[in-house]
């Protein structure tokens, strides 16, 4: 049994407002399980979240080529890996709004998910060289998760087009070109 397909009927009992109630031993019985068998992948339900998640980064930073890179400037290619995410979620979205609903005042849940985003946007940063220092290098890591986080947030309570999410983003990204020089320091490897 792949992580994928368990994890897949997790988000499934979110959609339908079960996130609460469902435990690992319902889900093995459900899907013929050997007892603890969830347990061995995943200590509990928010470590589950965190490799959706860190599976949905990879995808991410995989969906967009070298040769992408190579030919787009750095912020298109930006504005580009902060779409991606979101559409590559886009199919779980009403699952993804009851967990975040339900885990609203968790300190741990929101830690975990922006560890994650600061992960997935230090690596794809990773594929440029980055011609200044290492606090200019923080500062703009910090407002590219902040935009995502902006973004994410207008995508999680939208219809499925994206398209105020998407334009948040553009209008983001054009900000960040026009008042810093943070896209500048970007080169190309």
């Given at each position: 049994?792949?992580?994928?397909?368990?994890?897949?009927?997790?988000?499934?009992?979110?959609?339908?407002?079960?996130?609460?109630?469902?435990?690992?031993?319902?889900?093995?019985?459900?899907?013929?399980?050997?007892?603890?068998?969830?347990?061995?992948?995943?200590?509990?339900?928010?470590?589950?979240?965190?490799?959706?998640?860190?599976?949905?980064?990879?995808?991410?930073?995989?969906?967009?080529?070298?040769?992408?890179?190579?030919?787009?400037?750095?912020?298109?290619?930006?504005?580009?890996?902060?779409?991606?995410?979101?559409?590559?979620?886009?199919?779980?979205?009403?699952?993804?709004?009851?967990?975040?609903?339900?885990?609203?005042n968790n300190p741990k849940f929101y830690l975990i998910s922006l560890k994650s985003s600061k992960l997935s946007t230090q690596i794809f940063l990773d594929?440029?060289?980055?011609?200044?220092?290492?606090?200019?290098?923080?500062?703009?890591?910090?407002?590219?998760?902040?935009?995502?986080?902006?973004?994410?947030?207008?995508?999680?309570?939208?219809?499925?087009?994206?398209?105020?999410?998407?334009?948040?983003?553009?209008?983001?990204?054009?900000?960040?070109?026009?008042?810093?020089?943070?896209?500048?320091?970007?080169?190309?490897?």
């Open positions: 049994m792949s992580e994928n397909k368990i994890i897949n009927y997790f988000f499934k009992q979110a959609e339908i407002g079960n996130w609460e109630k469902i435990k690992f031993s319902d889900v093995e019985k459900k899907l013929n399980l050997k007892k603890n068998s969830i347990n061995k992948l995943f200590s509990d339900k928010i470590n589950l979240l965190e490799y959706y998640s860190s599976n949905v980064d990879k995808l991410v930073i995989n969906s967009i080529s070298a040769e992408e890179i190579t030919d787009n400037s750095p912020s298109d290619i930006i504005q580009e890996f902060l779409m991606n995410k979101l559409d590559f979620m886009n199919e779980k979205k009403l699952a993804i709004s009851n967990i975040i609903n339900f885990y609203i594929q440029f060289s980055y011609t200044n220092n290492i606090l200019r290098r923080k500062l703009f890591e910090k407002a590219i998760l902040a935009l995502y986080l902006l973004s994410f947030k207008k995508w999680l309570y939208e219809d499925n087009t994206n398209s105020g999410a998407f334009a948040l983003i553009d209008k983001g990204i054009k900000r960040i070109n026009k008042s810093t020089n943070f896209f500048e320091d970007l080169i190309k490897k």
